[in-house]
């Protein structure tokens, strides 16, 4: 199959999802540890299939009217990724161990009539390194989903944000700073591959009411050099993204997630010199995400979901090796979540994705051919608030 390799920003989202404070209602001191189980499957028409079971633990500390909030989370991983053998060779690839663990921090300043939000994050190297590496040949291209798996290096960053109140409405400008030493490892000897800094900067526009909230995000992230063996090799292209998210309702609840992400140039090495690239090596992104929460009794809820990506291909000509044809995925869920007390809950998921990745494949004419992969996942879990 051919997939050219990609690198991916580890962005900095705890900053917009957590820091912004103002869209969270008041609420007392709350503490929650969720932990469960996760089976991931997956097939494909081509050479990859695999499965993965993903025991993760969760832990989340709120202080009184949200300004602080800890969180902390890990998981346990069996994987077995398969390339078959089609006559292009194949290989095996099984591994069980813990994946990095990933530790938060946002709090909350006022400041006269501005807020003002820090948030750190914090990745601890608790995982595999070589891992995604070689559960590549056997799984979902990485320009699909991220690895569910973590094995990436120490790695921080921290944005910060401030903003005003307008009425319901509040508008938010953040800034921040990421450093991994490892980000999606995908190329080369991962033991010594530098990727360098990231800046990013955006823009939060967001109107919260008793029963509604709509809010939109703007951010761009910019790499700096990174480097293989301590010589010049890559820059990540610059990046913008576009994000919506709106909920209404109380008892019944409208969710909609929706994204556009713009790809500039990247710089590859030519004679250890950084050189635009001649076309773009990602093509641009859109995902939207409707899903709707219901009641089914007192102590259950339930949440159905529907996933729309389309991945347009990049700007290579499909003779060059860095083209990729991109691709979409369809995907549905359901979800359900059952009050077992005042303080414990248990949870279940059910997921379902098609997914097409255009023209990753030689047939047996020399011709490309699209690559279909049927991805099922089911998890359980239980939860325990105080």
């Not at 053998?85 to 909350?108: I, K, P």
């Not at 077992?340 to 059910?350: A, V």
């Amino acid at each position: 199959m051919r997939t050219p390799t990609k690198k991916k920003v580890w962005l900095a989202a705890l900053g917009f999802t957590l820091g912004m404070s103002w869209l969270a209602p008041s609420v007392s001191a709350k503490a929650e540890v969720e932990y469960g189980a996760v089976y991931d499957s997956w097939t494909s028409n081509f050479q990859a299939s695999g499965s993965e079971v993903l025991m993760p633990f969760h832990f989340e500390f709120k202080a009184p009217n949200g300004r602080l909030q800890v969180t902390a989370s890990t998981a346990f991983v069996q994987g077995h990724y398969l390339q078959k053998d089609l006559g292009f060779g194949g290989s095996a690839f099984d591994g069980n161990r813990l994946t990095d663990t990933l530790l938060g921090l946002a709090y909350s300043i006022p400041l006269g009539s501005f807020s003002s939000t820090l948030a750190l994050k914090v990745n601890l190297p608790t995982g595999d390194k070589r891992w995604e590496q070689q559960q590549l040949p056997g799984n979902i291209p990485i320009i699909f989903e991220s690895s569910r798996y973590r094995g990436r290096g120490f790695g921080f960053d921290g944005m910060y944000g401030i903003g005003k109140q307008f009425g319901d409405w509040n508008l938010s400008a953040v800034a921040g700073y990421l450093y991994s030493s490892s980000v999606d490892s995908v190329a080369g000897s991962q033991d010594v591959v530098d990727y360098g800094n990231y800046t990013v900067v955006g823009l939060v526009l967001g109107r919260r009411t008793a029963s509604s909230l709509f809010r939109v995000k703007a951010l761009d992230s910019i790499a700096q050099d990174s480097k293989i063996d301590g010589a010049p090799a890559f820059r990540v292209p610059t990046r913008t993204v576009l994000d919506l998210r709106w909920e209404s309702g109380k008892t019944t609840r409208f969710l909609l997630d929706a994204g556009y992400s713009i790809y500039g140039k990247g710089k590859l090495v030519n004679t250890g010199v950084y050189g635009t690239e001649l076309n773009g090596s990602f093509g641009d992104r859109f995902y939207l995400a409707p899903a709707l929460e219901y009641g089914a009794g007192p102590k259950v809820r339930l949440t159905t979901g529907l996933l729309l990506k389309s991945i347009a291909a990049n700007g290579y000509d499909e003779t060059y090796p860095l083209y990729n044809g991109g691709g979409t995925v369809v995907g549905a869920s359901q979800g359900l979540k059952w009050k077992m007390g005042n303080n414990t809950y248990t949870s279940y998921s059910l997921g379902y994705n098609h997914i097409t990745n255009n023209q990753a494949a030689l047939d047996s004419t020399g011709s490309l051919t699209d690559v279909t992969y049927n991805e099922v996942t089911f998890g359980t879990g239980v939860g325990y608030q105080w």
